[in-house]
């Protein structure tokens, strides 16, 4: 078993910028990617970015310059840098381990309880 905390979200001004971290505990060394997903009500669960074992990485286009996913071995933590926040990046940020399929939040073993990010025009 995998848990996962994610941490970082906040009410922020748009054009700001913001790090989520997800910390991992548990039987992380079988962890082959990382992601991060959001969710706003009413809609499905969107992908935002993932990163792989060996530092691949992929994101969403509507982040695709903005928002870089890295990650921290040592300390079994994943981030997300958030840069150029627009309002419609408002949603609750999810951390998902463990997918061969990066984009596909239905192919993800573990999930984190998510994080709110608050975007004001």
């Known amino acids: 078993q995998v848990h996962l905390v994610e941490s970082g979200g906040r009410l922020v001004q748009a054009g700001g910028s913001l790090r989520l971290s997800c910390a991992a505990s548990?039987?992380?060394?079988?962890?082959?990617?990382m992601g991060w997903f959001r969710q706003v009500p009413g809609k499905e669960r969107e992908f935002v970015a993932a990163?792989?074992?060996?530092?691949?990485?992929q994101y969403a286009d509507s982040v695709k310059g903005r928002f870089t996913i890295s990650r921290d071995n040592a300390k079994n933590t994943a981030y997300l840098q958030m840069n150029s926040l627009k309002s419609e990046d408002t949603a609750v940020y999810y951390c998902?381990?463990?997918?061969?399929?990066?984009?596909?939040?239905?192919?993800?073993?573990?999930w984190g309880q998510g994080t709110q990010v608050t975007v004001s025009a």
């Open positions: 998902a381990a463990d997918s061969p399929h990066l984009d596909e939040p239905g192919m993800y073993k573990y």
């Open positions: 548990g039987r992380t060394f079988r962890i082959i990617s």
């Open positions: 990163i792989t074992w060996d530092d691949s990485t």
